[in-house]
């Protein structure tokens, strides 16, 4: 069976049952998984968390799956460890160790809300449903945990120390197994030697205790050598003094020895995520050499550091010359231990001293910020470096950016730190949040770096870019010439594309809000500049602040590729999410001093389209497409190792700008928004019809050409046919006649809309077939006793900003019916307080973005969403598809896409379009 966990807007972890999941360990693993995470049968973030450590042990799981279960097993360490040391609650993790939790998540469904207090919440939630499980079973939470599975039995009983020895300069380290029975009156766990604890068990017959001791051990010794050979001899039971070679050994088995059940304590000294070493410290942008960007060269130089601090050349050599011992192991250096391994930072130094002498003058830009994320495999055809650590390849390396490049750096990723600036010409008052994007736009304009502004709809993303334009013309007109210099040319004007749609959308904010810029519009629609002639495009831009186009008009007017910009700004930028396609060329073919896209979605289905956008953005960071397909595969992890995408995450980040709508830091005063489905019926026709075109399609099927492009467009055709039908059977037939008692939907648009007519409220409805709407407006009129609006493609770009305007005023019509790409973007409908979607679109961030018409800033009602699906039918499929391509489209990075249904078999394919008789119903 396959699973999906996935966070809800409220913050609590979900799981459903998915076709792109991640396998379970057994169907009934998966029930019990689901069942947990069910809040409405009793259970929820805890139950689900604690189902999954405490049972899900030694399942191997996929990266969602298995991230998870890392921080349930964190959880129920500390809570069960707690319980057996009586020491009463536990303490919720750092701030900063719950986010590097988040920035080592991999993608996940609700990405967004999985921020450090959600998991300092589920840390909570996870004890909570432990002890009442415990409680439920009548156990205590050792005892419990240890039937859920045998690794936790150990939990709490048998721990190995090593200790400093400064009694034998041979035998510099003392070892010590102990059995923890209870708490000591200090409240600290009372230890006594395990050799004693065993005899104890032994005399007394305590086979149970006597196992419970033992099996621990035993399982380590199966990957520990030295543990195997100190079980053989029966040293492990007695106190041992050990040399350096031996308490190595011990501490690079920290790891296996916890997961076999046993607690481990090191001297303090020793971390196993940061082990005192000294190691190649290459130091990137140390001291200013100008601007900051994608071309600049950037100093480099390359040191070896214990913690901080540069060793000399004596302590070098005496390093790595050995003086006979072992090449790897513990040594002595400036008065305390650290791990020295001399093949691998002997190595390590000669690799980055071989890159210092070939950077001689600089190292790259979009090179050094691959080094500094550790996503290093995105260069040309590069490989790990030679001086990487297979376990881990930063284990003898620490690349950091210099004073100066930090500064920069640390204003990237946090731009409120920004001072704030004046708003010349703006006729509006920034929200905070906005003032801070503008700020932050202006910052990477200036240091001629690719930008993302990637704010949910609706937060205000046209404005900052008018804000952003208005002060780089203000700081134009405030430099001015200099006496001293001869006179230099006017700067370019800036470039904004935009779908054809939002042209009138810009314009009317445009004046509304900065009617200080001058600005032409170079399209057939709304401009009355010769396109065909380049001379008069020239003249036209000429002088201007902003030339604005569309993405369709780039790709005609050669002249727009041969001008020089001084800001491109693309709006709906997931328009070059597809790197193959036409227009995605022709925008890439821009020449521009600063770039800056604007998406809600930065990431919809897959991760090239992050590589496209950034291949706009910031040419090279990312490397090429085959470059970046190494690194996704790099970075997915296999079967010895979780998948990790912080390298990558660490990369893109410091370009991405992302707020939030539900986020109450951000912006408090926007109210909720609540999505439902609304389940329909099959009337006797749709149900009649729906069946007979399976029929159909199952013979075609059968006796058609079953391959190639004639399958694709055999299926497709169909597929359009089963929702045309259950929209209305009169919607297949091409009738006209749209009786509502013959549709499931138009009755239960009827019953919707009459109670939002009683409250006096107003609703949008979207379709994705534009023959719909004149039938919908109809029906919709009935009910309000009034006319409404339709708003489709073939409604002129003029004609829509007055049809918004009449509906956004105060008595204005009571719906508007909308095809869903014609109304999908750039239309500020907040009057309205209901979203229906009358059928379901295949892009779940299409569809997202159609609501937030009407959920956006301005909003002041509540919003309710209204998705209707036809139970038994295809929809109800679809319905669960988009649920499953949500899981990237909500994700900072994305993951696998859903399996297209076109590439199904014939049998899967016909029970995916099947009619379920009884869940369809009848009306």
């Known amino acids: ?63 969602r799956l298995g991230w998870l279960r890392a921080f349930a097993r964190a959880a129920l360490t500390a809570w069960c460890r707690a319980a057996a040391q009586e020491a009463g609650a536990v303490e919720t993790p750092s701030e900063a160790a719950l986010a590097e939790r988040v920035t080592h998540a991999p993608p996940l469904a609700g990405g967004e809300y999985l921020r450090p207090e959600t998991l300092a919440a589920w840390w909570e939630q996870t004890g909570v449903a432990l002890h009442a499980a ?258 881990d390849p930063a284990a003898w390396v620490g690349i950091e950016p210099g004073p100066w490049l930090e500064e920069t750096l640390a204003t990237l990723r946090d731009p409120a730190c920004l001072a704030p600036a004046e708003m010349p010409g ?81 314009a009317a904010e445009r004046d509304r809000f900065a009617p200080s810029l001058q600005s032409v519009t170079l399209h057939p629609a709304e401009s009355a500049v010769d396109l065909k002639d380049a001379g008069a495009v020239k003249r036209a831009v000429a002088g201007v602040d902003l030339a604005i186009t569309t993405y369709g008009m780039l790709t005609r007017l050669d002249v727009l590729r041969e001008l020089p910009w001084r800001l491109v700004v693309l709006d709906e930028a997931q328009a070059i999410k597809n790197s193959g396609t036409r227009q995605t060329h022709a925008v890439k073919k821009l020449t521009a001093e600063s770039r800056v896209v604007l998406t809600g979605t930065p990431v919809e289905n897959r991760l090239s389209d992050l590589w496209s956008l950034f291949d706009f953005l910031n040419p090279g960071l990312l490397g090429s497409a085959a470059a970046f397909k190494r690194l996704v595969k790099q970075m997915g992890g296999d079967d010895d190792r979780p998948a990790d995408y912080a390298p990558l995450r660490r990369l893109v980040g410091p370009y991405i700008l992302r707020r939030l709508k539900t986020d109450k830091s951000v912006i408090a005063d926007l109210p909720e928004k609540t999505e439902v489905q609304a389940w329909c019926g099959l009337s006797k026709p749709q149900a009649k019809l729906y069946q007979a075109s399976v029929d159909e399609m199952a013979r075609e099927l059968r006796e058609g050409e079953r391959a190639g492009i004639h399958r694709r467009g055999l299926v497709l055709g169909f597929l359009t046919r089963f929702k045309q039908v259950c929209n209305h059977p009169a919607q297949f037939h091409g009738t006209g006649a749209y009786a509502a008692e013959e549709s499931g939907k138009f009755l239960r648009l009827r019953s919707l809309c009459e109670e939002i007519a009683a409250r006096q409220e107003r609703v949008l409805v979207f379709t994705q077939f534009r023959e719909v709407t004149a039938p919908l407006a109809e029906q919709l009129g009935e009910v309000f006793g009034r006319s409404g609006l339709v708003l489709h493609g073939g409604t002129p770009v003029k004609k829509r900003q007055q049809m918004v305007q009449r509906f956004q005023a105060a008595d204005g ?32 961030a299409v569809e997202n973005q159609a609501t937030d018409r009407a959920f956006r800033i301005g909003q002041k009602r509540n919003v309710l969403v209204h998705k209707f699906v036809c139970r038994g039918t295809i929809e109800e499929k679809i319905d669960a598809m988009i649920q499953e391509k949500t899981a990237v489209a909500d994700a900072v990075l994305g993951g696998e896409a859903e399996k297209r249904l076109t590439e199904m078999d014939d049998v899967e394919l016909l029970d995916f379009v099947k009619l379920d008789v009884a869940r369809a119903g009848e009306l």
């Open 1 to 63: 069976m396959l699973i999906e966990p996935y966070v809800t807007p409220a913050g609590a972890l979900a799981v459903r049952e998915a076709e792109g999941g991640e396998t379970a360990p057994s169907v009934a693993a998966a029930k019990r998984l689901l069942t947990a995470a069910d809040a409405e049968a009793g259970g929820g973030s805890g139950a689900a968390l604690l189902e999954l450590g405490a049972g899900w042990a030694d399942a191997e799981l996929g990266p």
């Open 134 to 391: 415990a409680d439920a079973a009548g156990l205590p939470i050792g005892e419990y945990l240890a039937s859920r599975h045998a690794s936790w039995r150990a939990v709490g009983r048998v721990t190995f120390h090593l200790a400093e020895n400064q009694r034998d300069e041979a035998r510099p380290f003392a070892f010590l197994a102990t059995y923890a029975d209870g708490p000591a009156p200090d409240g600290t766990p009372r230890h006594r030697p395990l050799g004693k604890a065993i005899e104890t068990s032994a005399g007394s017959g305590d086979r149970a205790t006597l196992l419970g001791l033992l099996t621990p051990i035993y399982r380590a010794a199966e990957r520990a050598d030295w543990l195997r050979e100190a079980v053989v001899s029966g040293a492990v039971y007695r106190p041992l003094a050990w040399t350096t070679g031996e308490a190595y050994a011990f501490l690079r088995s920290v790891d296996t020895l916890q997961a076999a059940g046993l607690a481990v304590r090191t001297p303090d000294w020793w971390s196993a995520k940061k082990r005192p070493r000294p190691t190649v410290s290459v130091q990137v942008g140390g001291t200013k050499g100008g601007a900051v960007n994608t071309a600049s060269l950037l100093s480099f130089s390359v040191s070896v550091t214990l913690e901080g601090e540069t060793l000399s050349p004596e302590e070098m050599d005496e390093l790595l010359s050995g003086g006979g011992g072992d090449a790897a192991g513990l040594v002595r250096l400036r008065g305390r231990w650290v791990e020295l391994d001399r093949d691998r930072l002997g190595a390590a130094l000669d690799h980055w001293k071989e890159v210092e002498a070939a950077h001689a003058e600089g190292v790259g830009f979009s090179e050094a910020m691959r080094w500094m994320s550790g996503a290093q495999a995105v260069a040309e055809e590069q490989e790990p470096s030679a001086g990487a650590d297979p376990e």
């Open 426 to 506: 703006l006729k509006a008052r920034l929200r905070p949040y906005q003032a801070t994007g503008v700020g932050w736009l202006g910052f990477m304009s200036r240091l001629k770096l690719g930008a993302c502004l990637a704010d949910d709809m609706g937060l205000g993303k046209t404005l900052q870019v008018l804000a952003l334009l208005l002060r780089m013309k203000r700081a134009d007109a405030e430099a001015g010439p200099d006496a001293n210099l001869p006179p230099s040319p006017s700067p370019p004007p800036s470039l904004l594309v935009v779908p054809a749609s939002l042209l009138a959308n810009w």
């Open 813 to 844: 019509p009571p719906f508007l019916v909308l095809s869903l790409k014609a109304g999908g973007t750039g239309l500020n409908l907040t009057a309205a307080s209901h979203v229906v979607h009358f059928d379901r679109w295949w892009n779940p």
